[in-house]
């Protein structure tokens, strides 16, 4: 598996346990973390460092010998997977990819990215790619998470907002869930006395780890990983710019997706249809 992993979370974890249980029965799974990015840039206090997500990968996976991680200074899928073949995994059948449809569509386009760094493409490297389309398992996002209501899935972005920010969090969640229940009584679905738990009620903490493993969670408190990640004030997500307004609408979204697919496990309410 190669990706950011910043932070490292369920969605991740899921896609690591699927590769090594049945069907796949993968013999390991090695999670790398490139060196550099093509489409991102890391910046201080509001990334990980590279060192610091393989700690992450280590703490989590320190026991369990058939994870192994580090960082991958070769970022070119086809190049990837022939060096390791030949470095790490000499006697390996098969070295195969797991990863979501983002990566994959990007590893379709390989020939793109050794064009943009003037490299050659050769017969050798389209038969890899072949190897690679045919053999990979792609995950999606909402497959990996689907326990925790989000239609798109859990990013890595929506975690670091929801460590950083339980304001932000608490705000559009109480929000949205609010909005939600008010339709669920106006269109009988659910009656007033089935509603127990109020937003603020949600212990946010079991919400982060539902998001991100407790071991994960510790690390980045311990060593205040995100210290430098902010965002528009609660109260101003409603009046953003409209070159803002995209971010906003994916965060308010995303943030009531989940505080809403955790109610929905809390109680025995029907969740009416989000229109």
């Known amino acids: 598996m190669l990706g950011s992993f910043d932070p490292f979370h369920r969605g991740h974890q899921c896609l690591c346990s699927s590769l090594l249980a049945p069907p796949h029965n993968c013999s390991a799974v090695l999670l790398l973390i490139p060196e550099v990015h093509f489409e991102k840039s890391i910046v201080q206090g509001k990334n990980a460092s590279l060192l610091q997500r393989v700690d992450m990968l280590k703490a989590l996976y320190a026991n369990d010998p ?26 390996s059948t098969e070295i195969i990819f797991g990863m979501g449809h983002d990566r994959y569509d990007c590893m379709l386009d ?37 326990s925790l209501g989000l239609s798109r899935g859990l990013s890595s972005t929506l975690v670091r907002q929801a460590i950083v920010h339980h304001d932000v969090l608490e705000h559009e969640v109480q929000r949205a869930v609010m909005n939600e229940l008010n339709t669920a009584t106006e269109s009988s ?87």
């Open 66 to 91: 058939r994870v192994g991680y580090g960082i991958a200074h070769e970022v070119l899928f086809v190049r990837l997977s022939q060096g390791l073949s030949k470095e790490i995994f000499p006697s």
């Open 189 to 275: 679905r659910c009656t007033s006395t089935t509603h127990t738990q109020s937003p603020r009620d949600k212990d946010l903490k079991n919400i982060l780890e539902e998001m991100v493993d407790p071991v994960i969670l510790s690390y980045i408190k311990k060593h205040n990983v995100y210290s430098g990640l902010t965002i528009e004030d609660p109260k101003d997500i409603d009046h953003c710019s409209s070159r803002s307004r995209g971010a906003c609408d994916v965060l308010a979204q995303e943030t009531e997706e989940l505080e809403i697919g955790a109610m929905k496990r809390a109680s025995n309410c029907p969740h009416p249809q989000r229109r």
């Open 110 to 146: 390989s020939v793109s990215y050794f064009n943009q760094l003037g490299l050659e493409w050769t017969v050798k490297d389209q038969m890899e790619l072949n190897r690679l389309q045919e053999s990979c398992i792609v995950f999606s996002r909402e497959d990996t998470t689907r």
